[in-house]
């Protein structure tokens, strides 16, 4: 069975330090993975996906299959990125037919 | 471009009832996936439509179930209701593969009496 955990259910940092939202997932095949994030009252959106290696918003992440992680990062962060944070997995035979399995998510709150 | 909607924001029913939820999902986009958020569970895999059928089913029992029309809309039926079936639903569409990543709705906020 798939499975994503989030450690933290709560992380404060300080304006222009660096962040690291941590992923860890479990799946035998090679998943996509998936950073989904929900500002206050707005909907779930994509943040950033894996396999496109790209960086969002200063955002970016790495797979890492020897750790089985996905840790999302920023190295300054800003009052703005004051959100929950999900991480996301796709398994399956291709064309997410297992559905996504989300974390419990992260709430990351920039202090001033 | 529309994004995904959801009918109707909030929806109030007494346990036993019936509820139906509705999505329309971004013009182009075949796939249609239900989550359910509960307080404290996080986003649950519901269920997954595409062209037309059911291809996949989370961890629910029977009594939630659903469609989905020509047009690629969905529908969300929950029979019997109980009171652990409140919750916000979402709905998220997608290309032929969720490989690329879902777009959401802002969901349906259910309430059970």
């Known amino acids: 069975a798939q499975r994503v955990t989030q450690p933290e259910k709560l992380l404060s940092v300080f304006k222009g330090a660096p962040v690291e939202l941590k992923c860890n997932y479990s799946?035998?095949?090679?998943?996509?993975l998936f950073w989904y994030v929900q500002y206050s009252r707005q909907r779930l959106q994509l943040l950033l996906r894996?396999?496109s290696r790209e960086s969002i918003k200063g955002f970016t992440a790495d797979l890492n299959k020897g750790e089985t992680s996905f840790h999302l990062k920023k190295p300054f962060a800003q009052e703005e990125d004051s959100a929950m944070y999900y991480c996301?997995?796709?398994?399956?035979?291709?064309?997410?037919?297992?559905?996504?399995?989300f974390g419990k998510g992260t709430h990351l709150i920039i202090q001033p | 471009e529309a994004g995904v909607t959801q009918s109707p924001t909030h929806l109030i029913k007494t346990r036993g009832q019936q509820a139906t939820l509705r999505c329309s999902p971004i013009s182009g986009h075949t796939s249609v996936y239900w989550y359910q958020q509960a307080l404290g569970l996080g986003l649950q895999f519901l269920l997954w439509?595409?062209?037309?059928?059911?291809?996949n089913r989370g961890n629910f029992p029977p009594r939630f179930s659903g469609r989905q029309f020509p047009n690629y809309s969905s529908e969300l039926n929950v029979n019997a209701l109980e009171l652990e079936d409140s919750a916000l639903y979402l709905c998220?569409?997608?290309?032929?593969?969720?490989?690329?990543?879902?777009?959401f709705g802002s969901g349906t906020r259910l309430t059970v009496v």
């Open positions: 439509y595409d062209e037309g059928e059911e291809r």
């Open positions: 799946y035998s095949g090679s998943p996509e």
């Open positions: 894996h396999i």
């Open positions: 996301a997995l796709s398994g399956g035979s291709g064309g997410g037919a297992d559905g996504l399995t």
């Open positions: 998220a569409s997608s290309p032929w593969t969720g490989r690329i990543g879902y777009t």
